[in-house]
């Protein structure tokens, strides 16, 4: 007996968008498993919320197509279908309305009825924290308050897949811990793709990561393959104070090494990059022995998604900076 694939629950082949001369957007193949919470990253102007537009079909792309659960998007048509809840990185909406008469507009567009509405729109501002707030106007709102709204409309009809553009860049860090939380309990209900530039927001609720840089994708694949493929292992050395001279002489010394990648010798501590984590482990406390430096603390310290991220695209990151 021959087991179906599940389709993707987002599809990209050879998406391409073109601003003028301006190439946003470079051939992206990607496809995003339908129940994954999907993070999106990059550094700015990558071209992450360019696809995202496109596949709220909030834009026509120039080459290439798109689709969300197998139904063609990207070619400027509005969502009409419910597919698609989407929240930009900036909501606007209208000051004079309430949070509840903003839920109630969008209630009636997707054809719920009186008591769904009413129903869904009480659960929807309790999961993001708006209940109290629900009869102010959004004029009133701070810009975390109208991130929080646009998180209630995006999920207000239970949509398949939710497309989230910085959803959480305006909130505090309890704020982003609340919110969050809110987007695991969706990974449950949805497909959820996020763009953030949080990387640590990334490794707390994302199962699954795509990278892009200049409009093109870098890598993609589970959190855990790829840690384990691109970061290397770095070790965390803490000097005792009053050394100056002769962690100078170990920073100088590592630094040379051919089995270190790189040494970061800020904040009163050094971070040291290295090939191989068990053989170079053994060779670096023989050079702090050598250079006579006391430790407060040596670990080796548990790959991170910012290793990786400036393992692939960091350079490039700062190029585009330079140049603007």
């Not at 729109?121 to 924290?129: H, R, Y």
């Not at 909130?171 to 793709?193: A, C, M, Y």
Request: proline content about 4%; charged content about 25%.
């Amino acid at each position: 007996m021959t087991v179906a694939a599940v389709a993707p629950a987002i599809a990209c082949r050879g998406l391409t968008k073109r601003y003028g001369d301006v190439l946003a957007l470079d051939g992206l193949d990607l496809e995003v498993p339908a129940g994954s919470i999907f993070g999106f990253l990059g550094p700015n102007g990558a071209g992450k919320t360019t696809t995202i537009r496109l596949l709220a079909s909030l834009a026509r792309a120039t080459s290439g197509d798109g689709s969300i659960t197998g139904v063609p998007v990207g070619d400027g048509t509005p969502n009409r279908s419910g597919l698609i809840g989407y929240l930009d990185q900036d909501p606007r909406f209208h000051g004079w309305m309430t949070a509840r008469d903003l839920l109630d507009l969008v209630g009636r567009l997707y054809g719920m009825t009186d008591a769904e509405r009413r129903s869904r729109i009480t659960e929807v501002l309790e999961l993001v924290g708006l209940s109290d707030a629900s009869r102010r106007t959004i004029g009133g709102y701070s810009g975390g308050m109208r991130q929080r709204l646009g998180l209630a409309q995006a999920i207000l009809n239970r949509p398949p897949v939710l497309l989230l553009d910085e959803p959480v860049s305006s909130l505090d860090p309890e704020g982003r811990v609340d919110i969050l939380g809110v987007i695991r309990q969706l990974g449950g209900e949805s497909t959820v793709l996020f763009s953030t530039h949080i990387l640590t927001d990334v490794e707390r609720v994302c199962d699954r990561v795509a990278i892009l840089d200049r409009g093109r994708l870098v890598t993609t694949g589970p959190m855990s393959d790829l840690l384990e493929r691109y970061a290397q292992p770095v070790y965390r050395l803490e000097p005792e104070e009053g050394q100056q001279t002769e962690v100078l002489s170990l920073v100088e010394l590592l630094r040379a090494a051919t089995w270190v990648l790189g040494v970061d010798d800020g904040h009163g501590a050094l971070r040291v990059a290295v090939t191989d984590g068990a053989d170079a482990g053994r060779q670096l406390l023989a050079a702090v022995t050598a250079q006579g430096v006391a430790l407060l603390a040596f670990e080796r310290q548990r790959p991170s998604l910012e290793d990786v991220f400036l393992q692939l695209v960091g350079r490039g990151a700062r190029d585009q900076e330079a140049e603007t």
